[in-house]
C-alpha cells in the first residue's frame, strides 16, 4: 500500500499570505496524485488533478506541482474561504489512499 | 445536475451487517467508475472501495477486505456497500464518490454523507 504523508499537520497564516502544502508518497505514483478542500460539515472538493491541473472553476491562486514522490500545493495569496484542510490523494491502478490532512487556519 | 444521494447508515452492534444504498442522478451512471469513501468523526478521509463502470472490477482497502462488499444496479443508478462483520473502527460518515475519466480519475461529486455507529 502506498503511504501519502502531508507536512505540516497545521499551517496558521494570515489572509493575503502563501500556503505551501506538502505531500510525499512512500513510493513513485508518477503524477497521479490530486488535491482536494474540505470544510466543516461539507464533502471534499477537487482542486488539483494530475498533480498541476487545476479542476474545473477552481481559482488559479491554487497551483500544484511534483511528480513521483514530492507534491506540493500553493495558495499564492490565502483568501477567508481558503482556510480549510486540504488532502492529496494517490491512484495506483485501480488504489486510491488519501494523506491524513493539512488544516489551514487563520493566524 | 449531478445528484448522489446516500441512505442506510445507522446504529449497529459490533459484529453486525448494514447495507448502504446511493442513488446517482444527472449523468449516465453506467459510464463511471464509482468509490466509497469514510471518514471518522473528527479524522481524516479514508478510500473504501472502487467499482469499476462495467462492474467487473472490485477492489478494496485492507482495512474492509474480506467483510465489504461493493455493487451496482445500472437499471436503478445505485451503488451499494454491503458491510459484514462491523467494528466499532467502522464508525464513519461514508460517502459516495464518482470519479471523474479526464480528470486522472479524481473524485468530481461526492454525496452528502451516511453516518455508520457501530456501538453496542
Known amino acids: 500500500e502506498i503511504v501519502l504523508t502531508q507536512s505540516p499537520a497545521t499551517l496558521s497564516l494570515s489572509p493575503g499570505e502563501r500556503a505551501t502544502l506538502s505531500c510525499r508518497a512512500s513510493q513513485s505514483v508518477s503524477s497521479h496524485l490530486g488535491w482536494y478542500q474540505q470544510k466543516p460539515g461539507q464533502a471534499p472538493r477537487l482542486l488539483i488533478y494530475?498533480?498541476?491541473n487545476r479542476a474545473t472553476g477552481i481559482p488559479a491562486r491554487f497551483s500544484g506541482s511534483g511528480s513521483g514522490t514530492d507534491f506540493t500545493l500553493t495558495i499564492s495569496s490565502l483568501e477567508p474561504e481558503d482556510f480549510a484542510v486540504y488532502y492529496c490523494l494517490q491512484r495506483n491502478y485501480w488504489l486510491r489512499t488519501f494523506g491524513q490532512g493539512t488544516k489551514v487556519e487563520i493566524k | 445536475q449531478v445528484q448522489l444521494l446516500e441512505s442506510g447508515g445507522g446504529v449497529v452492534q459490533p459484529g453486525g451487517s448494514l447495507r448502504l444504498s446511493c442513488a446517482a442522478s444527472g449523468f449516465t451512471f453506467s459510464n463511471y467508475g464509482m468509490h466509497w469513501v469514510r471518514q471518522a468523526p473528527g479524522k481524516g478521509l479514508e478510500w473504501v472501495a472502487i467499482i469499476s463502470s462495467d462492474g467487473d472490477d472490485k477492489y478494496y482497502s485492507d482495512s474492509v477486505k474480506g467483510r465489504f462488499t461493493i455493487s451496482r444496479d445500472d437499471s436503478k443508478n445505485t451503488l451499494f456497500l454491503q458491510m459484514n462483520s462491523l467494528r466499532a473502527e467502522d464508525t464513519a460518515v461514508y460517502y459516495c464518490?464518482?470519479?471523474?475519466?479526464?480528470?486522472?480519475?479524481?473524485?468530481?461529486?461526492w454525496g452528502q454523507g451516511t453516518l455508520v455507529t457501530v456501538s453496542s
Open positions: 494530475s498533480a498541476s
Open positions: 464518490v464518482k470519479e471523474e475519466t479526464f480528470q486522472d480519475y479524481n473524485f468530481d461529486y
